[in-house]
C-alpha cells in the first residue's frame, strides 16, 4: 500500500468522467469544490463519445472503446499518466475496464452510484419503477424542458437550485444536443458491459447514495464486497450524487487519501 501512497502523491491529474447523456458542464460546481478539498488535484473533465465536446461523433457500442478513446484524448491534450479516476454510472464502467486493461495508467479508483454486471441484475442497475418514465423521455428527447426536468426528477435530491439548474441544464442541451441515436448507444454499451473477473490492482472507493431512485445503492454494495473496497453511503442524495453534495464526496475523497 505504501507503493500506492507515492504513487498517489505524483498523480495530481484526476480525470473526471459522467454518466449517460452528459458531458463536463454537467459536473457544475463540484469540480471547483474537489479542486479546492483535494490538495493537489488537477481535474480533467472528459467528454465521452456522442456527449458534449464530442457530440458528433458516433458512440461506440463497447465500454473498452471508450477507453481508447479516453486514452488518445488525454495524451492529445498533453496529460499523461498516472491517473486518478473519478467517475459515476456509466462513466464508472468505463473507468473500471481502463482500470482493469491498462493498470499502468491508474493510481486510484472513485466510483459513484455506478453498476454492472455480474453483480448486479438489470433490476437492481435500473429500477422497474421507472421504466415506463424513462421510455417516455426517450419518445420526447426533443423537447430540452420536458427532457432536463425528468432527469432532475429521476436524478436529484437537492432542490435548493431547482430553478437555475434545470435553467443551465436547458442550455447545455440546446448548444450541445446528444442526439437519441448517441442515447441509445450509449445505454446499450452500459447494458452489454460486463466487468472483468480481476480486482482493478489500485486502491478503489465505491461511493453510493441511498436514496437513489434511479439504481439500487445494492449495486455499489455487491461491487465492494467483490472488490474488499472500502463503500461510503450518502443518507438522503439522489443518483447524481456530485449535484446533490459535492462536498460529501470530497470529504469522503480527502478521508480516504490520507487514510
Known amino acids: 500500500m505504501a507503493a500506492w501512497a507515492g504513487a498517489v502523491k505524483a498523480a495530481v491529474n484526476w480525470v473526471f468522467l459522467r454518466g449517460l447523456t452528459r458531458e463536463a458542464r ?26 458534449g465536446e464530442f457530440r458528433q461523433q458516433s458512440t461506440p457500442l463497447a465500454v473498452e472503446t ?7 484524448q488525454l495524451l492529445a491534450i498533453g496529460t499523461k499518466p498516472p491517473y486518478a479516476l ?10 473500471t475496464s481502463w482500470a482493469q486493461r491498462y493498470p499502468q495508467d491508474i493510481s486510484r479508483l472513485v466510483l459513484i452510484n455506478t453498476s454492472m ?32 426536468r425528468s432527469i432532475y426528477r429521476l436524478t436529484c435530491n437537492q432542490p435548493a437550485q431547482r430553478d437555475a439548474d434545470l435553467a443551465a441544464w436547458q442550455q447545455i442541451r440546446r448548444n450541445a444536443p446528444v442526439n437519441s441515436a448517441n442515447g441509445l ?65 470530497c470529504e469522503r475523497v480527502a478521508d480516504w487519501l490520507t487514510g
Not at 473519478?86 to 473507468?95: E, N
Not at 431512485?213 to 467483490?226: E, F, M
Open 26 to 51: 454537467h459536473w457544475g460546481r463540484f469540480t471547483g469544490q474537489f479542486e479546492t478539498r483535494i490538495a493537489g488535484a488537477k481535474v480533467v473533465a472528459l467528454d465521452l463519445p456522442g456527449n
Open 66 to 72: 471508450m477507453v481508447a478513446f479516453a486514452r488518445e
Open 86 to 95: 473519478l467517475a459515476m454510472s456509466l462513466g464508472g464502467m468505463v473507468a
Open 117 to 148: 454486471r455480474p453483480f448486479s441484475s438489470i433490476r437492481l442497475r435500473l429500477r422497474p419503477a421507472n421504466w415506463l418514465a424513462l421510455a417516455r423521455l426517450a419518445v420526447r428527447w426533443g423537447d430540452a424542458a420536458y427532457a432536463e
Open 185 to 249: 448507444r450509449q445505454l446499450m454499451a452500459a447494458a452489454r458491459f460486463i466487468c472483468a473477473a480481476q480486482t482493478p490492482r489500485c486502491p478503489a472507493l465505491v461511493l453510493s447514495s441511498r436514496a437513489d431512485r434511479l439504481v439500487n445503492p445494492l449495486c455499489s454494495t455487491q461491487l465492494a464486497a467483490a472488490w474488499q473496497a472500502p463503500h461510503q453511503s450518502h443518507p438522503w442524495a439522489g443518483h447524481d450524487l456530485p449535484h446533490d453534495d459535492g462536498p460529501w464526496i
